[in-house]
Nanobody, 123 residues
Framework: QVQLVESGGGLVQAGGSLRLSCAAS????????MGWYRQAPGKQRELVAA???????NYADSVEGRFAISRDNAKNTAYLQMNSLKPEDTAVYYC?????????????????WGQGTQVTVSS
């Protein structure tokens, strides 16, 4: 069984910073893409940032230049450094990972989600 555990959310004033962490644990062969999504009340879940196993990153236009995603492959952990936060960044942030897991004599790909962590930015 594989699970993702997030931490680091909270309440911050506009212009402030937060750092989210996402640690994967369980029977993991390798982790392909790790990413952060967010969902604000009444809105669809959207991709915030993603990073491949080789370090290629992708960001939503709304966070480009303010957020930075990174990962520590040895620790199976991804991070999201969020700077210059705005009230519109308020949402529940979810970690996602595409993980290779052992299945029988081979392996399979498993899409895993964390439980979500609340980020609230006050004006």
């Amino acid at each position: 069984q594989v699970q993702l555990v997030e931490s680091g959310g909270g309440l911050v004033q506009a212009g402030g910073s937060l750092r989210l962490s996402c640690a994967a644990s369980g029977r993991i062969l390798s982790i392909n893409v790790m990413g952060w999504y967010r969902q604000a009340p009444g809105k669809q879940r959207e991709l915030v940032a993603a990073i491949t196993s080789t370090g290629t990153t992708n960001y939503a236009d709304s966070v480009e230049g303010r957020f930075a995603i990174s990962r520590d492959n040895a620790k199976n952990t991804a991070y999201l450094q969020m700077n210059s936060l705005k009230p519109e960044d308020t949402a529940v942030y979810y970690c996602h990972a595409e993980i290779s897991v052992p299945i029988g004599s081979g392996y399979g790909l498993k899409n895993c989600w964390g439980q979500g962590t609340q980020v609230t930015v006050s004006s």
